[in-house]
């Protein structure tokens, strides 16, 4: 079983910066990937930022030069510092963990909510 548990969430005022932190535990033989994504009110899940083993990232174009993921997958950790928030990035924040079994399994984390105020 595999547990994916984020933290840091908050509520921030325009411009501000928070920073995520995810760790994933459980019976974990090793990763694909992880990475976050993101769900606003009335919107869908949308892909935030992913990081594989080999440190090849990917982000959002809306993030793009203000958020930067990054990971330590010899500690099933990973993390998302956001700079510069801006209100439309108000939103629940999911971290997400591609296990291989070997075959590639997703889990989601809980959620972390994420507030930019005005």
């Known amino acids: 079983q595999v547990h994916v548990v984020e933290s840091g969430g908050g509520l921030v005022q325009d411009g501000g910066s928070l920073r995520l932190s995810c760790v994933v535990s459980?019976?974990?033989?090793?990763?694909?990937?992880m990475g976050w994504y993101r769900r606003a009110p009335g919107k869908q899940r949308e892909l935030v930022a992913s990081?594989?083993?080999?440190?090849?990232?990917l982000y959002a174009d809306a993030v793009k030069g203000r958020f930067t993921i990054s990971g330590d997958f010899a500690k099933n950790t990973v993390w998302l510092q956001m700079n510069s928030l801006k209100p439309e990035d108000t939103a629940v924040y999911y971290c997400?963990?591609?296990?291989?079994?070997?075959?590639?399994?997703?889990?989601w984390g809980q959620g972390t909510q994420v507030t930019v105020s005005s």
């Open positions: 997400h963990a591609g296990v291989r079994t070997p075959v590639v399994l997703n889990y």
């Open positions: 459980g019976s974990i033989f090793s990763f694909d990937a």
């Open positions: 990081i594989t083993t080999v440190a090849s990232t």
